[in-house]
């Protein structure tokens, strides 16, 4: 079973900066799909990017250009890079997992690993 332990979130000023870290332990899959989502007060969790084990990135239209999604294989780690933060990224963001192949659903229910979330919230 996956284990996903995020880190990073916190509280900050519109056009800071925030690294987010996923620590990512127990697969063995050579075939994934890791990604970081959103949730915030009364809304649906969206995705805000993914990277598959062939180092595919596909972000969220909002995120596009400002945050980057990477992996240290190294450390088995996912980073969630947010630059020129806004006040409507505000949420909950949450580190998520599919071990059944290389493909990224756009869709939060097609991942079956997700972590506990972290906070993170922009003032203006």
């Known amino acids: 079973q996956v284990q996903l332990v995020e880190s990073g979130g916190g509280s900050v000023q519109a056009g800071e900066s925030l690294r987010l870290s996923c620590a990512v332990s127990g697969y063995r899959s050579s075939k994934y799909c890791l990604g970081w989502f959103r949730q915030a007060p009364g809304k649906e969790r969206e995705k805000v990017a993914t990277?598959?084990?062939?180092?595919?990135?596909s972000y969220h239209y909002s995120v596009r250009g400002r945050f980057t999604i990477s992996k240290d294989n190294a450390e088995n780690t996912l980073y969630l890079q947010m630059n020129s933060l806004q006040p409507e990224d505000t949420a909950m963001y949450y580190c998520?997992?599919?071990?059944?192949?290389?493909?990224?659903?756009?869709?939060?229910?097609?991942?079956?690993?997700w972590g506990q979330g972290t906070q993170v919230t922009v003032s203006s």
């Open positions: 990277l598959d084990s062939d180092e595919y990135t």
């Open positions: 998520a997992a599919d071990l059944r192949g290389a493909y990224c659903y756009e869709a939060a229910r097609h991942y079956s690993d």
